[in-house]
């Protein structure tokens, strides 16, 4: 990588990934002549194998409240669900306990699934004290 490139993309790192902990690296591709896919691929790869739910068998009572809650978007503006009929939902597909239900959100947010910060002052200010989010 030129010198050119190396001293923004290591700013731009410093600066978003310091702000922002779920930002990982920053890199530059393009699309005219493939220069850089390989390393954001290695990268991704290296990411994504060190990911504890990758390679375990997720429970199929997570599998039904996640079909359940992707079906719901298109009913519901905005897509947002209060905490109490979330579980409710949750509770209809075998996730009782309370621990069980945080294990499947946690998870179900990690996967991209639905969108829950249960400790975010932000979210407070939401139609509900504590939301799911549905995309």
């Given at each position: 990588?030129?010198?050119?490139?190396?001293?923004?993309?290591?700013?731009?790192?410093?600066?978003?990934?310091?702000?922002?902990?779920?930002?990982?690296?920053?890199?530059?591709?393009?699309?005219?002549?493939?220069?850089?896919?390989?390393?954001?691929?290695?990268?991704?790869?290296?990411?994504?194998?060190?990911?504890?739910?990758?390679?375990?068998?997720?429970?199929?009572?997570?599998?039904?409240?996640?079909?359940?809650?992707?079906?719901?978007?298109?009913?519901?503006?905005?897509?947002?669900?209060p905490w109490s009929e979330?579980?409710?939902?949750?509770?209809?597909?075998?996730?009782?306990?309370?621990?069980?239900?945080?294990?499947?959100?946690?998870?179900?947010?990690?996967?991209?699934?639905?969108?829950?910060?249960?400790?975010?002052?932000?979210?407070?200010?939401?139609?509900?004290?504590?939301?799911?989010?549905?995309?």
């Amino acid at each position: 990588m030129a010198l050119a490139v190396r001293v923004p993309a290591i700013r731009l790192n410093k600066r978003f990934c310091q702000r922002f902990p779920n930002v990982v690296g920053i890199h530059f591709v393009s699309c005219a002549t493939g220069q850089g896919i390989e390393q954001l691929l290695a990268e991704l790869k290296d990411l994504v194998a060190k990911q504890e739910h990758i390679g375990q068998a997720l429970p199929t009572n997570y599998l039904e409240l996640e079909k359940i809650l992707v079906g719901m978007p298109k009913e519901r503006m905005p897509p947002i669900l209060p905490w109490s009929e979330y579980e409710s939902l949750a509770r209809m597909c075998l996730v009782e306990q309370e621990h069980d239900l945080r294990a499947a959100t946690s998870l179900l947010h990690n996967l991209g699934s639905i969108v829950h910060f249960p400790n975010d002052e932000k979210v407070r200010t939401a139609p509900c004290e504590e939301c799911v989010g549905m995309h």
